[in-house]
């Protein structure tokens, strides 16, 4: 793999250029009206951060449909500009357009006059004459730009928190935006505190002071990210804001629902003050609450941010809360010295945070005995599904309630409904340790003739800007089965049976344990109580995958396989996969996440993990649309949905907005959409909307 993060090459057929994002493997295509050659360029010559620039010349640029575009002036006096599908146009003069809704992030500078035609399929920059135009790309992928060493004194780790909000580009509004955050520095324990110049906490006027032990800081590490804020240990958990004291407990609320409060109302507020600065858009949220904020927007947007955070602690609770987007991730963590490595990733996260003292062992239900359907699980000496043995899985389980999109789990044991991640694999992630290829390479391992229907009709390689190579086997022996798993492989699919002793063969079982080295990179191992080995294949080395907690029911299994197959062949991380076949009539509580729960094998179409989910009311449809974290589509980037005639943008997190179609809309919008749509219990692909 090349050093370089973002490469801008041609097109095969030199009638464009292609922008790939070598770490996360994200490609965007700029057609051209003639065959270009591109030249590089110094890249510091955009407004904005890029990693790569190269100028071609053309007469007509053609973006792919979908995109936003933001157009500014490098002259004095003029307005942004924004255009989507209905097009636009520029006078003479120096400009610079953002493409929104991509990955990687892609800047044009052009001089005007220019025209963008109304155009319901693509985007169309037509200059009237061949002109010079400029591309700039950056990848969305943050890595951390330092380590911070503490021991587990409380004193050390609240300096090491203190760190966090160097990662923040802008202590403006602007900051609520995902690619305007940054990663926070990464944490080691040490015999002493080390904090490197580079990772120095910014001067944001905003102290947060908790009492000297880990569960409280573990609790504020999210908040003072958020706020670039100092910590520092107190008698009383509170915020220091503008000469104001906000307490972080009351009467009414935890300390730790306070502290949910607080970060998402500046959130939120954030994002309504920031339409005053340089992304002047249509928010729905700013739309319903601007009249009811105690303050005058324009003027909050240059407030220091500490003024900020105080005048948003103002406002009542009650007013925007309907308004706050589902927030991304819950994260339930025992306050072990062992565990202060995950805080930078949970503060990215922007996380809310449940701190677990203490584990309440409970143990996930069999299926009831009456149920005879076919299980992926080898039954005990004796025949009877009863007698199934329970697997160590389940000995220290407990259930994870919560509004958020994904629960995580960081401490000894299993959470039903959460997912598992490992230190070292989400570090590899967030420091680009994970090189991509051009062509993705899938096994998949079947060995039950009967759990066949799991692997037919070419369930991967579905992709038109993907390659991929797919390989499928079946009854393996040990020797292949292990051949397979130490091969340099970026997904694998296992079909079958798992017990304890490991992956079922024809001649015996083969365990994940005794693997030294897997070069498997992700899995989804859909087969009895698989989160064993695949525990040890993340051990091994492999960065994540989807396992099952419990037995699962053939039928139901197949239905889920097949499905989840769909969404990782189109790029969805494993936490999205997984949290949005949710919405379907699938098992997915008996399946769960280890390793890197935001590890995708390649990437999504425009980048986000986006479905509708589509409900029938009498005579009418009703279609959600729902988007779930990724990269530089996290908490805080916008959609907007000019397709139904809408101009307002929404927060996208969760459920981001919803419709009322008649029969003879519906067909006509699904026909329209490039995203997965559930419907009717399972999810349906623009290739095959069923006829409604």
């Given at each position: 793999m090349s050093d370089e993060l973002v490469s801008i090459t041609t097109l095969d057929e030199h009638r464009g250029v292609l922008v790939h994002d070598r770490v996360d493997d994200a490609r965007f295509e700029i057609r051209t009206d003639r065959s270009v050659e591109p030249r590089p360029v110094p890249p510091d010559e955009f407004r904005f951060p890029v990693d790569e620039a190269v100028s071609i010349e053309a007469e007509e640029l053609v973006a792919p449909q979908g995109v936003v575009v933001y157009a500014r002036s490098l002259d004095e006096g003029s307005e942004t500009q924004v255009w989507r599908e209905d097009g636009g146009q520029l006078e003479a003069g120096r400009h610079e357009l953002q493409v929104m809704s991509v990955t990687p992030k892609v800047y044009l500078r052009v001089s005007g006059p220019m025209t963008v035609p109304e155009d319901d399929n693509r985007m169309r920059f037509q200059f009237g004459e061949r002109r010079e135009v400029e591309i700039g790309a950056r990848t969305c992928h943050e890595q951390p730009a330092g380590t911070v060493q503490t021991t587990d004194d409380p004193h050390d780790v609240a300096r090491a928190v203190s760190t966090f909000g160097s990662a923040l580009k802008t202590l403006s509004p602007e900051r609520s935006f995902p690619t305007l955050r940054g990663h926070p520095p990464l944490v080691e324990v040490g015999a002493e505190l080390s904090v490197p110049d580079v990772v120095s906490p910014p001067d944001s006027g905003v102290v947060v002071e908790v009492p000297p032990d880990l569960a409280s800081l573990y609790r504020v590490a999210p908040l003072a990210f958020y706020f670039g804020a100092t910590v520092e240990c107190g008698t009383e958990p509170r915020v220091v804001a503008d000469g104001e004291s906000l307490p972080l407990s009351t009467d009414r609320l935890s300390v730790e629902e306070r502290i949910d409060r607080l970060l998402q109302q500046s959130f939120l507020l954030d994002c309504i003050v920031r339409t005053e600065g340089l992304y002047q858009m249509e928010l729905e949220a700013r739309t319903a609450l601007e009249e009811s904020l105690p303050f005058d927007l324009e003027?909050?947007?240059?407030?220091?941010?500490?003024?900020?955070?105080?005048?948003?602690?103002?406002?009542?609770?009650?007013?925007?809360?309907?308004?706050?987007?589902?927030?991304?991730?819950?994260?339930?963590?025992?306050?072990?010295?062992?565990?202060?490595?995950?805080?930078?990733?949970?503060?990215?996260?922007?996380?809310?945070?449940?701190?677990?003292?203490?584990?309440?062992?409970?143990?996930?239900?069999?299926?009831?005995?009456?149920?005879?359907?076919?299980?992926?699980?080898?039954?005990?000496?004796?025949?009877?599904?009863?007698?199934?043995?329970?697997?160590?899985?389940?000995?220290?389980?407990e259930s994870a309630t919560s509004e958020a999109l994904a629960q995580m789990w960081i401490g000894e044991g299993v959470q039903a409904g959460a997912m598992k991640p490992r230190l070292e694999r989400v570090r590899e992630i967030a420091t680009g340790d994970t090189a991509t290829n051009d062509v993705i390479s899938v096994a998949v391992v079947c060995t039950d003739r009967e759990m066949l229907d799991e692997t037919r009709d070419g369930i991967y390689g579905l992709r038109d800007v993907v390659d991929f190579d797919v390989s499928t086997h079946y009854c393996t022996s040990i020797a292949e089965l292990r051949e397979l798993l130490e091969r340099d492989i970026d997904f694998f699919h296992y079909v079958g049976h798992i017990d304890d002793d490991g992956f079922q063969c024809p001649d015996g079982h083969l365990d994940a344990a005794s693997l030294e080295y897997t070069g498997v990179e992700a899995f989804l191992l859909n087969a009895c109580r698989s989160y064993d080995q695949g525990r040890a294949l993340v051990d091994a080395g492999a960065k994540g995958g989807i396992v099952t907690l419990q037995k699962v029911f053939n039928h139901r299994a197949t239905s889920f396989g097949r499905q989840a197959a769909r969404f990782l062949n189109q790029g969805y991380s494993l936490e999205a996969?997984?949290?949005?076949?949710?919405?379907?009539?699938?098992?997915?509580?008996?399946?769960?996440?280890?390793?890197?729960?935001?590890?995708?094998?390649?990437?999504?179409?425009?980048?986000?993990?986006?479905?509708?989910?589509?409900?029938?009311?009498?005579?009418?449809?009703?279609?959600?649309?729902?988007?779930?974290?990724?990269?530089?589509?996290?908490?805080?980037?916008?959609?907007n949905f000019s397709e139904m005639g809408a101009s307002e943008h929404h927060i996208a997190s969760g459920e981001v907005t919803s419709w009322t179609l008649s029969p003879d809309e519906v067909t006509p919008f699904l026909e329209s959409m490039s995203d997965p749509v559930a419907f009717d219990g399972e999810f349906h692909w623009p290739d095959d909307f069923p006829d409604l």
């Open positions: 003027s909050m947007y240059d407030a220091p941010l500490s003024q900020r955070v105080a005048a948003y602690d103002d406002v009542p609770y009650h007013l925007v809360e309907p308004h706050v987007p589902q927030w991304p991730v819950r994260s339930t963590i025992t306050p072990n010295p062992e565990h202060l490595g995950y805080l930078p990733f949970i503060a990215y996260w922007l996380s809310s945070v449940h701190v677990a003292e203490h584990l309440e062992p409970s143990s996930l239900p069999s299926p009831p005995p009456e149920l005879t359907d076919f299980v992926r699980e080898v039954p005990v000496r004796g025949g009877s599904e009863e007698m199934a043995t329970e697997s160590s899985t389940n000995s220290d389980v996969t997984l949290s949005l076949l949710d919405h379907v009539s699938l098992p997915t509580d008996k399946y769960t996440v280890v390793g890197a729960p935001r590890y995708s094998v390649c990437q999504t179409k425009g980048g986000a993990n986006v479905a509708g989910v589509l409900d029938r009311t009498g005579e009418q449809y009703e279609l959600a649309h729902v988007q779930h974290p990724a990269n530089a589509f996290d908490i805080g980037s916008v959609v």
